[in-house]
Antibody
Framework: QVQLQQWGAGLLKPSETLSLTCAVSGGSFSGYYWTWIRQTPGEGLEWIGEIHHSGSTNYNPSLKSRLTISVDTSKKQFSLKLNSVTAADTAVYYC????????????????????WGQGTLVTVSS | EIVLTQSPATLSLSPGDRATLSCRASQSVGSYLAWYQQKPGQAPRLLIYDASNRATGIPARFSGSGSGADFTLTISSLEPEDFAVYYCQHRSNWLLITFGQGTRLEIK
C-alpha cells in the first residue's frame, strides 16, 4: 500500500518561506506526478502544483512566482517551498500522488489523486 | 474556467438509507470527474475516478454515474462510517483543477 508521510514547519511569520517535504513508501516513485494541494475553510481545496519523477513541473499560475517544487528520487521524496507567505497562505497542506495521466497540447498531467499524506496545518501569523 | 456545483449542500439521512449526491459542471467535462470522501481531521480519499470507476479498496456500495455536465455519486446503503463530506473534482488541463464546494452527509 502506498503511503505518503509529510512534515515541515507549522507556524510561520509573514514574509517567511513555507517548506514541506513528503516521503513516499510502499510503491513505485517512478512514472507518477507528485502533487501539493491545500485546503482552507473559506476557499476549499486548491491545487498548488506538482512534479513528475523526471523533474518536470506544473504550477498553479496564481502561486507560480513564489513556488518551487523539487524531487529527490533517491530518497523517494518531494518538497514544496512557498516564498513570502502571508496570512492568506494559512491552510492545511497535503501531498498526494497523481492518478491517471492525460495529455493536452503535448503537456501531461494527472487527472486526479489517489493517495494522500496526512496533512500539515500551516499557520502564518505575526 | 469550469465551475462544479454540488447539491445538496447538506444531506441528512439514516444508516441503511440510499444517498444520492449531485455534481453539475458549468460545461461538459466528458467523463473526467472524480469523487472524494473526507472525514474530519483526515485527508480526502479518492472514491471514484473517470465518473464511474471505483478506486482501489472502495466498497461496492459506492457508485458513480454521469457524463458531460451532470454526475451522481450514489451510496446504496449507508454505513455509519460513510457520514462525511464529499467533493467532486475535474481537471481541465495542466493548469486548471476544479473542486466542488462539497456535500456534507450527516446522520439524521
Amino acid at each position: 500500500q502506498v503511503q505518503l508521510q509529510q512534515w515541515g514547519a507549522g507556524l510561520l511569520k509573514p514574509s517567511e518561506t513555507l517548506s514541506l517535504t513528503c516521503a513516499v513508501s510502499g510503491g513505485s516513485f517512478s512514472g507518477y506526478y507528485w502533487t501539493w494541494i491545500r485546503q482552507t475553510p473559506g476557499e476549499g481545496l486548491e491545487w498548488i502544483g506538482e512534479i513528475h519523477h523526471s523533474g518536470s513541473t506544473n504550477y498553479n499560475p496564481s502561486l507560480k512566482s513564489r513556488l518551487t517544487i523539487s524531487v529527490d528520487t533517491s530518497k523517494k521524496q518531494f518538497s514544496l517551498k512557498l516564498n513570502s507567505v502571508t496570512a492568506a497562505d494559512t491552510a492545511v497542506y497535503y501531498c498526494a500522488r497523481g492518478n491517471g495521466i492525460r495529455f493536452t497540447n503535448g503537456v501531461s498531467f494527472p487527472k486526479d489523486f489517489d493517495f494522500w499524506g496526512q496533512g500539515t496545518l500551516v499557520t502564518v501569523s505575526s | 474556467e469550469i465551475v462544479l456545483t454540488q447539491s445538496p449542500a447538506t444531506l441528512s439521512l439514516s444508516p441503511g438509507d440510499r444517498a444520492t449526491l449531485s455534481c453539475r459542471a458549468s460545461q461538459s467535462v466528458g467523463s473526467y470527474l472524480a469523487w472524494y470522501q473526507q472525514k474530519p481531521g483526515q485527508a480526502p480519499r479518492l472514491l471514484i475516478y473517470d465518473a464511474s470507476n471505483r478506486a482501489t479498496g472502495i466498497p461496492a456500495r459506492f457508485s458513480g454515474s454521469g457524463s458531460g455536465a451532470d454526475f451522481t455519486l450514489t451510496i446504496s446503503s449507508l454505513e455509519p462510517e460513510d457520514f462525511a463530506v464529499y467533493y467532486c473534482q475535474h481537471r481541465s488541463n495542466w493548469l486548471l483543477i476544479t473542486f466542488g464546494q462539497g456535500t456534507r452527509l450527516e446522520i439524521k
